[in-house]
């Protein structure tokens, strides 16, 4: 369940990272039917073993990996604590098993009363953080067959590479939907692209955390009036192919009462890696 804010210290940029493609509403909870990725059967005489791809470790701390590298140049940090530029994205990181001192960092990197976005951090904040949101998520990582024979010669025609002229729209188009957090220079993440219609947006998604050997496909997103069309799949499909193209595993994240969401992406080659929490706090 998602515990809003007051207003004044709220806004749509600062919610949930999840994406809701096709702008469809949650249709309940609940893991029905989906293939847990990395699991093995316990071996005679042992417990339970559950192991994940050995190069999927990265994305036990997605939002740490990125900025520790791919996205160090947009990133701030203090000691033990590390976060975006405030034009890029809300989210912070810690490490898992963080003390005291690790919190105090990001406090002073963040700033009294401001808002700290744990992304799916399972460690603990002090007592006194006040709670913003919780919300029930997994994270899903592409096993899709990545030979280049697997994907189109050429690029859909349709589709277009959006960048800092389209700003405006690509703003716009998620306060209309709602897809997650996006801000000014969200795009400055990584490769977003588009479909118009009339020349005007009314599709997109693109790349955001990009731990190493990895890149996370978010803000999936379409207009209402454009929806029912394929394009989110189509977006998708096409990020995919670029992602691949460079030698990089697309993965995601989404609610887990987003099951229209969940369903689309595992048609896509999508499989659920491990169920997650996120969660944001106030800091004092």
Same mark, same amino acid.
């Given at each position: 369940?998602?515990?809003?804010v007051p207003p004044e210290k709220h806004d749509a940029t600062r919610v949930s990272p999840l $994406?809701? +493609?096709? &702008?469809? /509403?949650?249709? #309940?909870?609940?893991? =029905?039917?989906? @293939?847990?990725? *990395? %699991? ?19 994305? $036990?701390? +997605?939002? &740490?990996? /990125?900025?520790? #590298?791919?996205?160090? =140049?947009?990133? @701030?940090?203090? *000691? %033990? ?10 989210f912070s990181a810690i490490p898992a098993e963080a003390d005291p001192a690790a919190w105090a ?121 454009a929806r029912g069309r394929g394009h989110a799949a189509r977006l998708v499909r096409a990020l ?45």
């Open positions: 369940m998602l515990t809003r $994406d809701a +493609p096709e &702008g469809g /509403s949650p249709a #309940g909870a609940g893991d =029905h039917g989906t @293939r847990m990725v *990395g %699991r093995v059967r316990p071996e005679a005489g042992k417990g339970q073993h559950v192991v994940g791809l050995r190069d999927a470790v990265a994305l $036990d701390d +997605p939002v &740490g990996e /990125s900025l520790r #590298g791919h996205h160090g =140049h947009l990133a @701030r940090r203090l *000691g %033990r604590a590390v976060t975006y530029l405030p034009a890029v994205a809300t960092d990001l406090a002073a990197l963040l700033g009294p009363g401001e808002f700290a976005d744990m992304f799916s951090c399972p460690a603990a904040p002090p007592s006194d953080w006040d709670p913003v949101f919780v919300l029930e998520g997994r994270q899903m990582i592409w096993v899709g067959d990545s030979r280049p024979d697997r994907f189109p010669a050429r690029e859909d025609p349709g589709i277009v590479e959006l960048g800092a002229q389209d700003v405006p729209e690509m703003l716009g188009l998620v306060e209309r939907t709602r897809p997650g957090p996006f801000r000014p220079r969200t795009h400055e993440l990584g490769t977003y692209l588009g479909v118009r219609d009339g020349g005007t947006l009314v599709a997109m998604t693109g790349e955001r955390l990009r731990p190493p050997g990895w890149t996370e496909i978010s803000a999936v997103c379409t207009a209402p009036e995919i192919a670029r992602v691949v193209a460079r030698g990089e595993r697309p993965f995601l994240h989404v609610a887990e009462a987003n099951t229209g969401a969940i369903a689309l992406y595992e048609r896509l080659g999508f499989e659920t890696r491990k169920h997650v929490t996120f969660r944001g706090f106030r800091i004092p």
